[in-house]
């Protein structure tokens, strides 16, 4: 199995306010990363330097065993959420078609090819009927297919997601995460999630980002790992199987979300407070 995606002692500050530490990151071939941390952790700027849309002052980034502003067009991406006008009169093709403009030259009109790209990938995400649909009329859910879908229309080896489950019911939720499996076996995927759950069910290994990463290549969350990006402590309670649970606590890691982990059917939750 071959790297897909090499990082060395990465660095990079906003304001000489430090963001990432020292990144090192080996992403195999076929993999599915789930990243967790804090808010203002860094996942996302760490995505931002794989697209190349940040310059980090130190260290080294290769895809595909290219530089970044070469290896950055077999890449596909699905930020956070995306807000836009309802009343703009875009329909689902019209959105999944912008994804093949990566790979063209300026002005270059679609032509047959592109459109067979955007309907294998509208079929490929369970909405090839809704291609005519204005993508106002679609469910939260509905629209994050079409993200993923524009996302796949450029080709992509490797497919970054940030939280593409935020924002949408817990039905849609399994079934977006159900279909990133789907794509996971022709895709690398990297993606970022407040969802521990999700993330010990459906990836295959596990990085913990606070400024520095914690990456073993494998899908367990440890208590250190834990600890050590979330800065808290972390208890390890039986019920007849091992669950991982945030105790209360107090600490200074500012706006993070509740996190919630499920083990066998039993959902624990844990009180994160900030004075």
Known sequence: MTSVINIQNLWFSYDQNPILEGINLQVMEGDFVGLIGPNGGGKTTLLKALLGLIQPQQGQIQILDRPVNQGRRYVGYVPQWLEFDREFPVRVLDVVRMGCLGKRKLFRR???????????????VGLAEFGDRPLAALSGGQRQRVYIARALASQPQILLLDEPTANVDSKAQRSIYDLLGEINQ??????ISHDLGAISRYVKTVGCLNRRLHY????????AMIEATYQCPVDLIAH????????EHHH???????????????????????D
């Open 216 to 223: 073993h290549q494998d899908r367990v969350i440890t208590p």
């Open 110 to 124: 679609y032509n047959a090819q592109d459109e067979t790209i955007v309907r294998n990938c509208l079929n490929r």
């Open 240 to 247: 007849g199987v091992p669950h991982r649970v945030f105790p």
């Open 252 to 274: 200074s890691v500012a706006n993070e979300p509740l996190e919630k982990i499920v083990t066998n059917g039993h959902r624990h939750s844990g009180e994160c407070r900030h």
């Open 186 to 191: 022709t895709i690398t995927i990297i993606m």
